[in-house]
C-alpha cells in the first residue's frame, strides 16, 4: 500500500482501515492527536459567558501559554477585533 504517510493520524487510519495495527509512529501520532482535541474539547465544553473587555484584559495580561490556549478557541479575526475595540476605548 503506497500513498499514505506513517506517523499521522490518518496513517494510523489507514492501518484500521487496513484491519491491522497501527505502526508504533502512527500509534504515536494517533494519542497525540487525540490527546490535543481532548483537551480542545474539554476546554470549548465547558462554557461561560463573560463581557469582552473583561476577556480582552484577561487576555492581554495572561501569560504566552495561557494566549496559546485562547488562541486555540476562539478565531483570530474575533479576537483582533476585541482588542482593537479593546485599544479604541481606552484611549478615549
Ligand atoms: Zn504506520
Redesign the pocket.
Known sequence: MTGWK?GTPS?AQM?YRMGEK??E??RAAKNEYNRKKNHLRRLVHRCISIPEGVLVELYLNATPEAQEHLEAVIDLPTLDRMVAAHDEKESA
Do not use: Q, S, T
Open positions: 506513517h496513517g492501518h497501527p505502526c509512529a502512527c
